[in-house]
């Protein structure tokens, strides 16, 4: 018996730790903070283990996650990252540890199977998805309703640009100063035009750039960007400097993920509406919808103490409640979904669609995702599509360096 006290005094002084609380980092925006503060102040309550936050903008935090898994004495032990490539390109390189017996124990395969395939490779699970946000098309109802309302259909939404147009109004808004906005355009055409699989080979680099299953992305985009639908000073903007302009209805449909939603000024917030991107054929729906995880450094000397941390922030109470305060979806099929209407929307539409993607950017290789955002950057100037599709392949080509077996010949 007094054994047995001694081994449970000993795990709970290593699981307070207080002297060295565990160390989380964060990648948030200025609105997200007390979210995580809330929750997880909770979980200190109920643990006795205290948590460091260490949070950073998404600039300076992609600087410094390499450095923070290769470890150093004031390194985080848990860290605030994003499914699939980015979370591969560091798993592979043996910086993250898997947590197979922690998703064994709680049985999230079940709770958690849609977005499984963004946090597992070769049998290993290497994070747990805490929330999603969705992306789709933007719009002030008071202006879109004047003009039909929004449309579900491609060929009603381009004839509903033309009216936009008309009346004085830029169609669609964007923001390319950092060029990753412009990915967005790529990514729902081909999810609409072909799959999610066909997609996902694309962006492993798989797919020539040639391929004739593209053709229709590049024309229907090309068709948008010649019909004057988008603002000709993109490049001037960040995606959040379009945002008053788009307040003033001087563009009125923005491409974005819900993260926006953190941004709109709370006297706009119910004149804002969402839809999916429009539907080009009848096939099934897949949407874009980055998921964000927290995985565990390898080098962490607080494997017990991360390992509750996670196996709280799997709560489905827990991940609702987070996801409420961040404008997300919880993760967890199990959480209730809360907030506002746009948030159950875009729930609603995820719950429609097939599968998702997590977005380019996070579901390729950043020695091909830095070229590419900037080329399709280019087309939204020149609309050229043989510039675009010769940029697109040499750029895949050399990122990938892919085997004679791969189709890489041009037209």
Not at 165 to 186: D, R, S, V
Not at 266 to 277: H, R, S, T, V
Request: hydrophobic share 40%; proline share 5%; glycine share 4%.
């Amino acid at each position: 018996m007094l054994l047995k006290w001694l081994v449970l005094l000993v795990i709970s002084l290593s699981l307070s730790c207080v002297a060295e609380p565990l160390r989380v980092s964060l990648l948030l925006t200025p609105k997200q903070r007390d979210s995580f503060h809330h929750v997880f102040e909770a979980f200190t309550q109920e643990t006795g283990i205290h948590i460091q936050s260490i949070i950073r903008n998404d600039e300076d935090y992609k600087i410094e996650i390499e450095d923070w898994l290769q470890g150093g004495a004031h390194s985080p032990d848990v860290l605030h990252w994003q499914a699939s490539e980015r979370l591969f390109q560091f798993s592979r390189q043996g910086l993250v540890r898997p947590i197979n017996h922690i998703w064994d124990e709680l049985k999230l395969s079940q709770s958690f199977a849609h977005l499984q395939s963004g946090v597992s490779e070769n049998g290993r699970v290497y994070a747990l998805p805490f929330a999603y946000y969705h992306w789709g098309i933007f719009y002030r109802k008071s202006l879109i309703e004047k003009h039909g309302g929004p449309q579900r259909f491609w060929e009603d939404f381009v004839r509903q640009c033309e009216q936009l147009k008309h009346a004085g109004i830029t169609p669609i808004g964007i923001g390319t100063k950092n060029y990753w906005p412009a990915a967005a355009w790529f990514d729902h055409l081909n999810l609409r035009i072909n799959d999610l699989s066909f997609h996902q080979q694309v962006l492993r680099g798989e797919v020539s750039f040639y391929d004739p299953r593209l053709s229709q992305v590049y024309e229907q985009w090309a068709s948008l960007i010649k019909q004057g639908f988008f603002n000709a000073d993109h490049r001037d903007y960040a995606w959040d400097e379009i945002l008053p302009i788009f307040y003033r209805e001087r563009v009125a449909f923005l491409l974005l993920g819900n993260f926006v939603a953190t941004k709109w000024p709370a006297k706009l917030e119910d004149d804002i509406g969402f839809m999916p991107f429009p539907v080009l054929y009848d096939l099934p729906t897949y949407e874009v919808a980055p998921t964000d995880v927290f995985m565990i450094a390898q080098r962490t000397n607080k494997v017990a103490q991360a390992e509750v941390f996670v196996k709280f922030m799997a709560r489905p109470e827990v991940q609702a409640q987070l996801a409420e305060g961040l404008g997300y979806i919880p993760a967890s099929t199990l959480s209730e979904v809360s907030g506002n209407s746009l948030v159950v929307e875009g729930a609603s539409m995820l719950k429609e669609s097939i599968a998702v993607s997590q977005y380019f950017d996070r579901d390729t290789i950043p020695a091909f995702e830095r070229v590419a955002v900037k080329a399709f950057t280019q087309f939204l100037e020149d609309a050229d599509i043989a510039r675009l599709k010769r940029d697109l392949e040499q750029a895949r080509q050399f990122a990938f360096k892919p085997s004679s077996s791969l189709k890489t010949t041009t037209p």
